[in-house]
């Protein structure tokens, strides 16, 4: 891509960035073009051998040979991500999945060992739980709330560190201040999947994590029609991660890329709305006994604490922990809402519930949820509050 045609403007305030950066002056059109190429076309062989001189000598810069390594508009989305991570740079990904495993790919080889948070996103356990296994690499979960249990477990082999914070599904939230420095202390990277709070409301790179993953299908794009991960990484693992990611050509399209540019001008403001729409909804069910709000609203609890210490805000992404013998009222009391879609995935614009029923949890070492006790997921998305407060209220009244 030439520099001369999109103009980023690095203004001090992020929100204002996002608005301002990656006009296309040379098309006159306030949003960046999407540049579909297998192909890139050069003028001259002299031309290609240059730019593969300069991608060697940055190769960060955006300077491209063939289409599988992106084309301007995946650049576009890599710098705007890498400004939001304060970030060395930021990897793109067809799937937030996908960058899952080039953040693990990356890092660990047979013999090694890795050390995983127990409530991670279901497929991430799979991942490392089964699939590694295969590989002889072994991995251990630890208690997100006893990180004695990760000190203790890291040997010589120890490669990495994986968090997901807070929780999937169970919403528990770590002292990521202990977790870095048992890292440091002990040698072994680390990796977080940031996508419930995105680098909106939490920065790891600058925290001092080594890989921030975000599923760029959620928050970023917004709008619940892309699919896509960023992997954020600092200098010490950029070329590991460079090289796992060239071999294993696991990159974001253009289409998809233009999308989650697209989604990310907006993403304060709705970050912002999700916040402040949870939050209304967190008060209302904070109020009731018959379940525990899986959300950082109460002041009294280890959650909160760990919540407010290192994060600007929260997301619209809570649980419930209901107490019932009558797993038909749960089931009714999730199909009573007409507001709430019954969907995977969350992070758009709209409300999703789903009862997580034995699947979304797996085989989970430290979850302690007793037969009588339920995870429903609720996303608050975009609607009025009071709307949705409303439905909520006329569901309730199935839970028994
Ligand atoms: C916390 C978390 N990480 C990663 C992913 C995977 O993202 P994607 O669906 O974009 O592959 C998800 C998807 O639900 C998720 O909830």
Redesign the pocket.
Known sequence: MSPLVIKFFMSKSFKTFLKHTAKDFHNQSVNPPVVRASTIIFKSMKHIRKTQAKAQKNPTGGYYDYGRQGTSTTHILQKILTKLEESYHVFTTP????A?FLSIFSIVRPGDEIIVADPV?S?TRLLTQDYLKDFNIKTVFYDPHDLKSLEKNITKKTKLIFV?NPG?NSFEFQDLGKIISIAKRNKVLTAI?N??ATPYYFKPIKFGFDMS?V???KYYSGHSDV???SLAVNKKVFNKVKAAERITGLRLGPDDAYLITRGLRTLDVRLDRHRENAKKVAAFLSKNKKFKLLYPYKKDSYNFRMWKKYYSGASGLMGLKIKSKNINSVRKFVNSLKLFGYG???GGFESLALHQEFRETGNRKYLNLSKDEHLVRLHIGLEDPNDLIADIKQALRHLK
Not at 95 to 98: I, M, S, Y
């Open positions: 799937t937030g999945f996908g899952v996103y497929p997901e999937s999947d996508t419930w993953i599923s760029a299908t699919m896509g991960g995977y995935s969350w």
